[in-house]
């Protein structure tokens, strides 16, 4: 596709619940990322994969989150147990080489736990 | 813990007027940075990229960046309505790692 696509678009989940996000990056992109938006704030890094290896998910919350990108390519976050603080907007991001010069955002996934 | 701050505002400009948003860095190693541009409700898109010391011009927008004083900006001349948004102001963290500390935005209103 010519972005990078995220789906849902919105997403309501009850506190407890499990809900998986997708991620499809820009076709070729090596780089891929994920972050955490609050209200009111600037995204804050979640993951990074290059290809299907995830290099750092030194910003992932808590052991509920788990990403994956299997064959490179598209990429999912799951969130176990959902609570109210992972109520966000869960930002994707794809960049065609490893090093970063900025990179190009999907529109984003809001979640709320209710 | 490597922090980007920016002042929060908001900052409101008449239209035509100079735009200047500002942004720290606490990561000395840093050596990229970036501007990103917010509409409310929609996701992040990149407007400026900084190296080097100095200024950067494209078209309307010019970033300035001082490593020496850890310290990034962002001028807007000629500032529209449609300028209107968050400015987040990004840094490329070092130590392998390719991820961007982001501040947490500033919001600038360009009153018609």
């Known amino acids: 596709g010519a972005g990078v696509s995220q789906s849902p678009r919105y997403k309501v989940a009850k506190r407890g619940q499990d809900v998986a996000l997708r991620c499809d990056p820009i076709s070729g992109h090596v780089s891929l990322f994920w972050y955490q938006q609050a209200l009111g704030q600037g995204p804050e890094f979640l993951t990074y994969f290059q290809n299907e290896a995830q290099l750092d998910k030194s910003g992932l919350p808590s052991d509920r989150f788990f990403a994956e990108r299997p064959e490179g390519s598209v990429s999912t976050l799951k969130i176990q147990r959902t609570q109210q603080e992972d109520s966000a907007v869960y930002l994707c991001?794809?960049?065609?080489?490893?090093?970063?010069?900025?990179?190009?955002f999907g529109s984003g996934t809001r979640l709320t736990v209710v | 813990q490597k922090e980007v701050e920016q002042n929060s505002g908001p900052l409101s400009v008449p239209e035509g007027a100079i735009a200047s948003l500002n942004c720290t860095y606490s990561?000395?190693?840093?050596?990229?940075f970036f501007w990103y541009r917010q509409y409310s409700g929609k996701s992040p898109e990149l407007i400026m990229s900084i190296y080097s010391n100095g200024d950067k011009e494209d078209g309307r927008f010019t970033a300035q960046l001082n490593k020496a004083s850890q310290y990034v900006s962002l001028l807007i001349r000629d500032s529209q309505p449609s300028d209107s948004a968050t400015y987040l102001c990004?840094?490329?963290?070092?130590?392998?790692?390719?991820?961007?500390?982001f501040g947490k935005g500033t919001k600038l209103t360009v009153n018609p």
């Open positions: 990561d000395r190693g840093s050596q990229s």
């Open positions: 990004a840094a490329l963290s070092q130590g392998g790692s390719e991820k961007l500390v």
């Open positions: 991001a794809s960049s065609l080489v490893a090093h970063s010069y900025g990179y190009t």
